[in-house]
């Protein structure tokens, strides 16, 4: 029997794209032979040395809240608390509407088993740490002029894709298949289109 295809998958909570893909991702892992790690990436600290408003740096703040709780629940539980957790903050985030507050990620801890009470490592900057060496990591598999999601698979790492709303079944192994491909190519760089809709979770 041949191994799983090891990918890689970089994720801010904040980012509805990113959201989006990982969404896709998990429909692939049921047609394709492959198993996903799940890694964090901030937003945050992406945009840390860009001049911006200060209103724009506090909806960055978040960011931070929600990779530092994620951060100290893998050091409390391990890595396989990852995409469990990722899902219940970001649904909430994404699906619920639901601003980010302390209240909404002691929610996402007890459902996924885990104390509420950690929900105070949103403020723990000892763990930013942590949250930028998985950050740098995927930054350097593919250049500082892009964002989340990353993915990484055989050797080869790419952004995106940004796509909505996420296929699933056969189609979104058709669309792993392809995105893979064209990103196997060492001379490929980019493709893009204008984005004529949202998010669209169903």
């Known amino acids: 029997m041949m191994p799983k295809t090891s990918a890689e998958f970089w994720f801010d909570p904040l980012c509805p794209w990113a959201f989006m893909t990982s969404r896709w991702i998990l429909e692939v892992e049921k047609v394709?032979?492959?198993s996903v790690q799940w890694n964090l990436f901030s937003l945050a600290h992406l945009n840390r040395n860009k001049e911006m408003s200060d209103d724009y740096k506090a909806k960055l703040l978040?960011?931070?809240h929600c990779t530092r709780v994620i951060a100290a629940a893998q050091k409390d539980s391990g890595a396989g608390i990852t995409l469990p957790l990722y899902t219940a903050i970001s649904s909430r985030i994404h699906l619920k509407k639901e601003k980010v507050s302390q209240e909404l990620l002691a929610a996402a801890l007890s459902e996924v088993g885990l104390s509420p009470e950690l929900a105070v490592a949103?403020?723990?900057e000892s763990l930013d740490a942590m949250i930028i060496e998985s950050h740098e990591r995927g930054i350097s598999l593919v250049g500082n002029d892009v964002g989340t999601p990353i993915i990484s698979v055989n050797g080869v790492?790419?952004?995106?894709p940004v796509i909505s709303p996420a296929p699933k079944g056969e189609e979104a192994g058709r669309l792993w298949d392809g995105v893979v491909g064209v990103?196997?190519?060492p001379g490929?760089?980019?493709i893009k289109r204008?984005?004529?809709v949202g998010p669209i979770f169903d």
């Open 62 to 64: 978040p960011s931070w």
């Open 157 to 160: 790492a790419f952004f995106g």
């Open 183 to 185: 990103a196997s190519y």
């Open 122 to 124: 949103m403020n723990d």
């Open 32 to 34: 394709r032979d492959v």
């Open 194 to 196: 204008s984005r004529n």
């Open 188 to 190: 490929f760089f980019e």
